[in-house]
């Protein structure tokens, strides 16, 4: 492999790497296994590199390698009990090739904006790699259910947040 | 009992809190055949699930510092089981972890070089960078204090630093560095940064800047050059006096330190806001500026004044985000890519040919330009080349093989040519005898502003001009694309000239090889079906046919031929052979090896041999970059 087609290997990852992490993590949303695949996913594009197709698009291709590394995955995970079965996470897989990404940038910052600042600190110390729930939870002087139900109300609040402002793009569409 | 058992009897309620509690990891089995079973009956509820899911994992690559990767074995032992504590604690007490802000493929790397290969891993973190810095950035959860930390998500990868990069918690980051939110500065040197949402950001020192969002930024003081894919379209970047939003483009922006801020448009569009008096919200109405434009604004409320464009002033920055563009087929194009590369010190067009031949984009090989109708040649002009400040850009256009037979790169006929008839009419060959120097390399030309661009010939040394530009073409692999060497169709010895009835080829090599490289490549090839082998030079006869036919009329300096041998005295021609010594230049020094090289010598330059002779030279010397040889085919019929 040239220096060069090593370098244009470098950009396309580094500027699709969250988009990849985001499609593993979706259909296996557990933090670690995410890593090990993400991981695994990463080693198998470097060494497939060479037959990258371009019109196939970086992401697809990704994806494609990515899922191939998922249902390994599966198979192999003595921690059955923790994921979804291999025909759930298929069926998942097909339905995303199929709808628009959920998380669109633009979307996403500006709902974030709209947190409160005690939401968006309370999302980071839960997400932070360094920490973790019951730190946060005993910090916080509450119990680790406490904080699961905040976050699942901040999560609600930016889903339907987004999806005001994807129905908004589209009303904005249909004037022009 | 957990909470969200509360809402049990809704089946919407329901669903949602199993899916709440896969994403926390605290799902049971039971709850997770359920939560299966319920995605499984309905494609709506799997929508639901993927947007809220796709949520969590978003959030979990805002957070992801990547020390988990690091840490990944270690987890794996210590979580065996069913995950009991919830997925997203570590398990880990935050006063002893060392962030490593690399992304997760180059940790594994770096924690596991032996398994990867030490080659392998060598190469992908010099490419990819790997650091590991003390994580002193971010405030810890203390028992006692109530949480401190503001919310600083990640948003950009460092990609590469030539000087110190720093963050507002004075942590100085490594290329491969998460970046997260929060003011960065760079002293001197310049940074690359890519946003997740895929800008291209290289910031020149001394600059100051705070990233927002991975779709914004603002520029306090100091110089960047952006460029923004299509992903990144509506990026936003703020200066003291105006907000700048990209609407798919190549810029460049200025901070002066009194706030003064320029944008020159590379490519594209960029939507110009004037900021409120009071720095407060951005005017509605944009001023839209395109290609070629560019825009001072020295105070808030308005969107400043038209200055003079300049690219040269955003100086080699403006390279590094110039991507290769595209004449796509809808717009009668041939669906090529071509870039114009401008280089901060002068090229030959051997280098340039070279170069071109060892880049990629999107996968598709590179070679210097050939322009082969009007419309690509008006396509280079127009979009390419347009108004940037350079006199001289070297294409694959050259008759070195053969004066006054200009070929292409790629083997392409020469039928369009758009040489320059003003102020002389091209190519001159700058008056040079039809042989042996002047000039045998094209490039596109403009001596005078007043000028059109158009063709002309230069010399190999460019003594009247330097040439610090050149124009790669990338298209899909065609055989002869993916070699480093040209030639033109072989000559034939007639045996009505007293010849033998084989064929000679001459072959142009831009990247040095062996001689046993050169040798392989020549008994690889074929013409009409029979395999050649390097040229034997049995006799006067041949040797003068050679140099009539090939040398004289060509610019390359040295070819190899046939000849080869463990010592000066056992010498052999390919075909087996014995040379004639006598004739033969001798080595200097003694080596283990010798070949064969027909040279030439300006100081000769006269009948019979003009200038060229038979020399030698150790086996272990390969030619210093671009050299010839010639290939020699038996005659078809044995």
């Keep these: ?176 | 009992m957990n909470e969200s058992d509360q809402n049990v009897g809704d089946p919407d309620e329901t669903f949602l809190a199993l899916t709440n509690r896969m994403c926390d990891g605290t799902i049971t089995p039971d709850e997770l055949e359920r939560l299966g079973g319920l995605l499984r009956e309905d494609p709506e509820r799997r929508e639901t699930y993927l947007a809220y899911v796709s949520l969590h994992a978003h959030l979990m690559w805002q957070y992801r510092t990547g020390e988990s990767a690091a840490n990944l074995a270690s987890d794996r032992a210590a979580d065996p089981g069913v995950a009991t504590g919830g997925d997203l604690s570590c398990g880990v007490e935050p006063s002893q972890r060392v962030s490593g802000t690399a992304g997760g493929f180059t940790t594994w790397l770096a924690s596991r070089p032996v398994t990867v290969g030490a080659v392998l891993a060598t190469a992908v973190l010099a490419l990819l960078g790997v650091t590991l810095i003390p994580w002193s950035g971010r405030a810890t959860i203390g028992t006692e204090d109530r949480p401190t930390t503001t919310a600083t998500p990640f948003v950009a990868t460092l990609r590469e630093t030539s000087g110190a990069f720093w963050t507002d918690q004075q942590v100085a980051l490594n290329a491969g560095a998460r970046v997260p939110t929060g003011e960065v500065r760079i002293e001197r040197g310049e940074a690359e940064l890519v946003f997740d949402s895929g800008a291209q950001l290289i910031l020149r020192g001394p600059a100051r800047m705070t990233l927002e969002s991975s779709l914004s930024a603002s520029l306090h003081s100091g110089q960047l050059v952006a460029h923004m894919p299509s992903t990144a379209v509506g990026f936003r970047v703020q200066t003291p006096t105006a907000v700048f939003v990209d609407q798919g483009t190549e810029f460049g922006l200025l901070a002066e330190p009194d706030g003064t801020s320029e944008v020159h448009v590379f490519r594209g569009q960029v939507d110009v806001l004037a900021l409120a008096e009071d720095g407060g919200a951005a005017a509605a109405n944009p001023l839209e500026l395109v290609d070629g434009q560019a825009r001072r604004i020295s105070q808030r409320g308005n969107v400043g004044s038209q200055v003079a464009y300049s690219k040269a002033r955003f100086g080699l920055l403006s390279q590094r985000v110039a991507e290769p563009i595209a004449w796509p087929v809808a717009e009668g194009g041939n669906g090529h890519y071509y870039q114009l590369v401008i280089s901060d010190k002068p090229v030959t067009w051997h280098e340039a040919a070279l170069k071109s031949a060892n880049t990629y984009f999107r996968g598709l090989p590179g070679h210097l330009a050939s322009v082969t109708s009007a419309a690509e040649d008006e396509f280079i002009v127009g979009q390419l080349i347009r108004q940037e400040p350079i006199r001289g850009i070297w294409i694959g256009l050259t008759d070195v093989l053969k004066e006054s037979q200009f070929q292409w790169i790629t083997g392409e006929p020469v039928e369009y040519t758009h040489w320059a008839n003003v102020p002389t009419q091209q190519p001159d060959n700058f008056r040079e005898a039809d042989w042996h120097g002047g000039e045998d390399y094209g490039m596109y030309s403009k001596l005078l502003p007043k000028y059109p661009w158009a063709w002309n010939d230069l010399s190999i040394d460019s003594m009247h001009e330097k040439v610090s530009a050149y124009l790669v073409e990338y298209e899909p692999a065609v055989n002869t694309l993916r070699q480093t060497s040209m030639s033109l169709p072989p000559v034939r010895w007639d045996e009505s000239e007293g010849g033998n009835g084989h064929h000679y080829r001459l072959v142009l090599s831009f990247e040095s090889a062996s001689w046993q490289e050169v040798r392989q490549r020549a008994q690889d090839s074929q013409f009409n079906g029979v395999a050649g082998d390097l040229v034997s030079l049995q006799s006067d006869a041949e040797m003068q046919f050679v140099i009539e036919k090939l040398l004289r009329v060509c610019g390359i300096p040295e070819q190899m031929i046939g000849l080869s041998g463990s010592s000066f005295e056992d010498l052999t021609w390919t075909d087996g052979s014995d040379p004639d010594t006598a004739q033969i230049g001798k080595p200097l020094l003694p080596a283990n090896g010798f070949y064969g090289l027909l040279r030439w010598d300006a100081t000769r330059n006269h009948p019979p041999s003009y200038g060229w002779s038979i020399q030698t030279r150790a086996m272990d010397v390969q030619p210093s970059d671009w050299f010839g040889y010639i290939v020699e085919y038996p005659d078809d019929i044995p």
């Design chain 1, 1 to 176: 492999m040239s220096k060069e087609s090593q370098s244009e290997f470098a950009m396309l990852y580094i500027q699709n790497q969250g988009r990849v992490y985001g499609y593993i993590a979706t259909l296996i949303p557990n933090r670690s296994d995410a890593e090990d695949i993400l991981q695994r996913t990463s080693m198998v594009m470097w060494q497939k590199w060479d037959q990258y197709d371009p019109d196939r698009g970086f992401v697809s291709w990704a994806r494609g390698i990515a899922l191939n590394e998922i249902r390994n995955f599966l198979r192999r995970s003595e921690r059955k009990n923790v994921h979804l079965s291999e025909a759930v996470v298929d069926m998942l897989a097909e339905q995303i090739e199929t709808s628009t990404d959920p998380i669109r940038a633009e979307a996403f910052e500006q709902c974030f904006s709209k947190l409160e600042r005690k939401q968006r600190s309370l999302l980071e110390q839960c997400y932070l790699e360094s920490m973790g729930v019951k730190v946060v939870a005993d910090a916080l002087g509450t119990t680790r259910d406490a904080i699961y139900m905040r976050l699942h109300r901040i999560r609600k609040s930016l889903i339907n947040c987004m999806n005001h402002q994807l129905s908004d793009d589209n009303v904005a569409q249909q004037r022009v």
